[in-house]
Nanobody, 128 residues
Framework: QVQLQEFGGGSVQAGGSGSVSCAVP????????MGWFRQALGKEREGIAA???????SYADSVKGRFTISQDIAKNTLYLEMDSLKPEDTAEYFC??????????????????????WGQGTQVTVSS
């Protein structure tokens, strides 16, 4: 059973930086793709970053160049560093894991349907 739990988030001023992390015990990193999603109030869930078992990363255009996804396999932890934050980055942030069957697709497409395991989310609020 894969259980994900997000940490961090909170309130940040526009232009500032923040980070969220995700504890991922029980994930075999050589068989999974890990991702970050976010969902703003009244909007659909958006895939924003993914990282494969070999360290390859992909990003949505909305965060490319500002956000960085990384993982510490020894600590079973996934990270998302966020720079140059904007009010439109305000959302609930979720970490997710895609199993081996969909990992390659998930790294390229970062769509919810390809990820099987989810955390409960943590709020990030960016004020102007």
């Amino acid at each position: 059973q894969v259980q994900l739990q997000e940490f961090g988030g909170g309130s940040v001023q526009a232009g500032g930086s923040g980070s969220v992390s995700c504890a991922v015990p029980g994930v075999r990193y050589n068989a999974y793709c890990m991702g970050w999603f976010r969902q703003a109030l009244g909007k659909e869930r958006e895939g924003i970053a993914a990282i494969g078992s070999g360290g390859s990363t992909s990003y949505a255009d909305s965060v490319k160049g500002r956000f960085t996804i990384s993982q510490d396999i020894a600590k079973n932890t996934l990270y998302l560093e966020m720079d140059s934050l904007k009010p439109e980055d305000t959302a609930e942030y979720f970490c997710a894991a895609a199993s081996a069957q969909t990992a390659i697709q998930a790294l390229g497409l970062i769509t919810s349907q390809l990820f099987s395991y989810w955390g409960q989310g943590t709020q990030v609020t960016v004020s102007s």
